[in-house]
């Protein structure tokens, strides 16, 4: 992707009486999000999420943020503050610990309770977890911080307010300005009047609804659509949402309460949150409704509700194995309606329509955002945004979490407000804006790559081996084999072909056989040869070859063994 900013340098240390803003994540892409705050040498991290891989990216399990740039400063950090329990904001924090443990943690009572799990499977025993609430405040060494209510599609979300002798920043985390949420809990636009009036140096602003014109549909309005969906269905019903929205559960409870069915959760993360959400009282579960995943297939069809994971696609989530048959309790019959509870993130596209396909040819009926109000968003649309503009009046603003096209439109709400343009700074991930004496300015970049989660491997997987993993599944494999004797440069053993993946059969290679073999005893010699260069010899004649013949271009893996 091209950058905005072109050229950029690793920033001169920080100035006296400036705050330095460093986005590791979440600027430029919808995940992963992390955000660092720099004062007089120390360091706040807000948030600390993972992105999900697309299918460009094979055998990828996370992408985290890019640690690097703090990773020799980790005795400078004072704090890292989370703002809710999505993955995309808190699904990195183990990766972080275990760069330095004893990191103090604030967040709220769910946000950390989703994390606390995470911590155990990483074992990372007793880190300083410190549970705030809307209007505690905390001081974290130059940092003062005050926390913030905000609305957004999980329970106890939180904005922060960072108070420090060279500016104030407000950051909102991910918001919107539902006026009927279901857990009454609002956005608290009086703080942010209130910041407005005490001065805002730079507010950092959610951005992915920023081209959706309007306000966000009320959360109470998803009730009745499913309960009519449930009250129309026949057979089983399966549910499909993320696996942190206590809120879209809450409501298929609901709904099968009422129509007189039972759930059973699917998927460990859905589990393990709902238990988490009822425990601590953000989930009411009504007696009976609920059922252990390993019961439910008593029941007859039309008193089943499956809540599982998988709305975005994901091949090994719940749903993925479903839409294949592969799942180890439920199998989709003709006549079972299944149901996206959930926004379609970004890249994930092929991989939801490919389920929903599937799940269509087994003779399901499909309910999504395309064809029913099955969901709504949980951040801030342009209208919202308008508003939370006008109340806070910023000096300055930087908009993110969000793609560049949805960062760019938030940028232009801004200016509609009053915000001079030249005050609306635009960053991408590991783009470094000083505030000093007012003013946010693009002052250079720190590294900020992509840093793979491949099983047990952490940074290890580059680029150039996820290219090579995209040719094997798009392109095919192909071995060719010899064996040449090292003193006199004779072939003892000519070129043997092997294709794996690609649809024609090893016979197609003997018309270029000769060839391949002539280009090898012409590359060997008496006295030796380089065996790479016998190796490129052969690949080179049989790659232009299959380029031209078969209209492919496979990873070409040539051997020459010399004896």
């Known amino acids: ?97 275990k760069l330095r443990s004893d990191i103090p943690i604030y967040g709220s009572d769910l946000t950390l309770s989703f994390v606390e799990p995470k911590l155990r499977e990483h074992r990372l025993e ?48 991910d918001f919107k300005m539902d006026q009927l949420p279901l857990d009454h809990r609002l956005t608290d636009l009086r703080s942010f009047a209130r910041f407005g009036e005490e001065g805002v140096d730079l507010f950092m602003v959610d951005s992915t609804n920023a081209e959706v014109p309007g306000f966000i549909t009320p ?42 069915r039972r759930v059973a959760l699917v998927g460990r993360s859905m589990e393990r949150n709902m238990r988490i959400a009822e425990e601590k009282g953000y989930l009411s579960i009504p007696e009976g409704v609920l059922i252990e995943r390993s019961m439910i297939g008593e029941l007859p069809p039309e008193q089943r509700v499956y809540m599982a994971t998988g709305s975005q696609g994901e091949p090994m989530a719940a749903l993925s194995r479903m839409s294949v048959g592969s799942h180890r309790f439920v199998t989709i019959e003709p006549g079972d309606t299944v149901v996206f509870a959930s926004s379609l993130i970004p890249g994930n596209e092929n991989s939801v329509y490919r389920v929903i396909n599937d799940l269509t040819r087994l003779g399901a009926k499909v309910v999504h ?39 760019v439109a938030n940028g232009q709400l801004a200016v509609k407000t009053g915000v001079s343009p030249e005050n609306v700074v635009l960053a991408e991930d590991g783009v470094v804006v000083d505030l000093i004496d007012g003013k946010a300015r693009v002052v250079g970049a ?94 080179r004649v049989l790659g232009r070859w299959v380029a031209r013949k078969l209209r492919r271009r496979p990873m070409i893996v040539p051997v020459v063994v010399e004896q």
């Not at 399990?61 to 329990?85: K, N, Q, Y």
């Not at 705030?132 to 060494?141: F, K, N, S």
């Not at 969901?375 to 908009?399: C, R």
């Not at 197609?508 to 090898?520: G, H, M, R, S, T």
């Open 369 to 407: 955002q395309a064809n029913a109000k099955v969901h709504v968003s949980g951040h801030a649309s342009a209208g919202e945004l308008i508003y939370a503009y006008n109340l806070v009046q910023p000096a300055n603003v930087m908009p993110i979490h969000g793609e560049i096209r949805h960062l």
């Open 126 to 173: 007793n880190p300083p977890l410190n549970v705030v609430d809307e209007h505690d405040t905390a001081e974290v060494g130059p940092f003062s911080l005050e926390f913030i209510a905000v609305t957004h599609s999980i329970p106890d979300a939180l904005a922060v307010f960072v108070r420090t002798p060279a500016g104030k920043v407000l950051m909102t985390g």
């Open 219 to 260: 959360e109470r309005e998803i009730g009745p659509v499913l309960n009519q969906v449930f009250s129309d269905a026949t057979g089983q019903i399966i549910v499909a949402s993320f696996a942190s929205h206590v809120h879209r559960v809450q409501q298929v409870i609901n709904a099968a309460a009422r129509s007189g």
């Open 446 to 539: 720190v590294p900020c790559e992509y840093i793979y989660v491949d099983g047990r491997s952490i940074g290890e997987i580059s680029d150039d081996e996820l290219e090579t993993r995209r040719t094997l599944g798009a392109e095919g494999f192909i071995s060719v084999y010899a064996v040449v004797e090292h003193d006199s440069g004779m072939v003892l053993a000519p070129p043997t072909i092997r294709a794996i993946g690609m649809a024609e059969d090893d016979s197609v290679f003997d018309e270029i056989l000769p060839d391949v073999d002539d280009a090898l005893r012409q590359a060997a010699a008496p006295g030796g040869q380089d065996p790479y260069k016998l190796q490129q010899a052969m690949r």
């Open 1 to 97: 992707m091209k950058s905005l900013y072109e050229n950029l340098t690793e920033p001169a240390p920080l100035p006296e009486g400036a705050v330095r803003i460093v986005p590791l994540g979440g600027l430029g892409e919808v995940g992963r999000n992390m955000t660092v705050l720099e004062y007089d040498g120390k360091l706040l991290i807000v948030d600390c999420g993972v992105l999900f891989p697309e299918e460009s990216q094979p055998g990828v399990d996370l992408i985290l943020p890019d640690f690097s740039w703090i990773e020799e400063r980790l005795d400078d950090v004072e704090a890292m503050v989370l703002t809710h329990g999505h993955e995309d904001h808190i699904g990195a924090v183990p990766y972080l610990l």
